[in-house]
């Protein structure tokens, strides 16, 4: 979800007399942190609670992640692979 899309369910809660959003859920972490492009800034203004999905990252940042085998921990390998997957997904969102 984008900051916008906070913004027109708010502003359409409000036009049909309803309560509104009270929180947004959106997966964030040390890995996964696109939603303070927009999402935070935006529940900031509308005065939301934000709750973190995820911010382990799937265990990745806990250590106790499994490989997709779910025998061994996961490897440098994997880690590297799945920073490099969220970085090139925050580097998309701030070129666009």
């Known amino acids: 979800m984008l900051g916008w899309h906070l913004v027109k369910a708010q502003a359409a809660a409000k ?6 959003l009270v929180t947004e859920q959106h997966k964030y972490s040390l890995l996964e942190r696109t939603p ?12 939301l609670g934000v709750v973190a999905w995820s911010p382990l990252a799937g ?34 969102c701030v070129r666009n």
């Open 15 to 20: 036009e049909r007399h309803f309560m509104g």
């Open 36 to 47: 303070e492009l927009e999402v935070l800034p935006a529940t900031k203004d509308l005065g």
């Open 59 to 92: 265990g990745v940042l806990g250590g106790n992640a499994l490989n997709k085998n779910r025998t061994t921990h996961i490897t440098t390998i994997d880690l590297l692979k799945y920073i490099t997957h969220s970085l090139r997904n925050f580097l998309s």
